[in-house]
């Protein structure tokens, strides 16, 4: 089953400490990118959140925010400090001082309003109980995401093999007038050669010669051989459970440049015609993959 990128899922965990709550929404994407908004004291736990999306969600924009609701009870916490940091302040407030001709007056608390300067993380026992909550919580959230991803995933897929119906009654309709395009050639330039030499006699070898050369040129069957082989890999794509949007584009694309070779190599305004409309209905499939994974 394909899976759709734009989706939302939401999850709720009770658990000792509290009730934790997480919301993901996902978005189109060309690639995968993953944001997260929690509370300071979870942040620690960013990097095991990521991965765990990671293995259940291939591409898209995943929005990630999860809020805690704690029953009221101390959670043990350590609190660190970002040495570091601190010390590239104190340089930076000296320089300032210098370039200014003041003496530095520092002042400790002033470091506390420093983002980043300090970061609260839980201790080791209650860390790995609050992992475990979370990875609890977020799975639960994702397989949430997924109904919806799937179920939108159904929708697109019908509606793409709807359209691929249609590319494939307009090739079918470009095949039948193939033999039409020679004819309609040699007509012409019988006219045109009666109209500018009308009392010369018409030498019928070479004009075969001339008929042979164009439906050479214009001979259009690969290219309606391969459309039919595209939609053909289309359609089996469309049942394979895994990520498949960027595959499907790059089908699209190869569709539309053979379609750009027989409006061209045709030369003949009836096709030119059914070529805009098979254009048409890849620009609408095109919009419909952008929204598979």
Do not use: W
Request: glycine fraction near 2%; charged fraction near 30%.
């Amino acid at each position: 089953m394909i899976k759709s990128m734009t989706a939302y899922g939401k999850a709720e965990f009770q658990s000792e400490k509290g009730y934790l709550i997480a919301e993901i929404k996902s978005l189109n994407s060309r690639f995968r990118d993953i944001m997260i908004r929690m509370p300071k004291k979870y942040q620690v736990f960013e990097k095991n959140i990521k991965a765990a999306i990671s293995k259940r969600i291939n591409r898209g924009r995943i929005e990630v925010y999860i809020n805690a609701e704690e029953n009221g009870l101390p959670s043990p916490c350590s609190v660190e400090l970002n040495i570091p940091l601190v010390k590239s302040y104190a340089k930076a407030y000296k320089q300032l001082a210098d370039q200014l001709g003041i003496e530095p007056q520092i002042q400790l608390d002033s470091f506390f309003n420093i983002k980043d300067i300090i970061s609260l993380r839980p201790e080791k026992e209650d860390q790995e109980n609050i992992q475990n909550d979370l990875e609890k919580l977020l799975q639960q959230a994702i397989s949430s995401l997924d109904i919806m991803r799937l179920n939108e995933g159904a929708a697109i897929k019908e509606d793409l093999l709807h359209r691929l119906g249609l590319l494939e009654k307009y090739t079918l309709e470009i095949d039948e007038l193939v033999p039409v395009v020679v004819e309609d050639y040699s007509l012409r330039l019988k006219k045109n050669i009666q109209r500018i030499m009308p009392d010369n006699p018409v030498d019928e070898t070479r004009i075969a010669q001339e008929i042979a050369i164009f439906a050479e040129k214009s001979d259009i069957t690969e290219e309606l051989v391969r459309i039919r082989s595209h939609i053909t890999q289309f359609r089996t794509y469309l049942d394979m459970d895994k990520p498949l949007g960027r595959r499907l584009e790059f089908l699209l694309q190869e569709i539309n440049r053979e379609v750009n070779t027989i409006s061209s190599k045709a030369n003949n305004v009836p096709i030119s015609r059914i070529a805009v409309e098979i254009k048409a209905e890849l620009e609408k499939l095109r919009e419909q993959v952008q929204n598979v994974e």
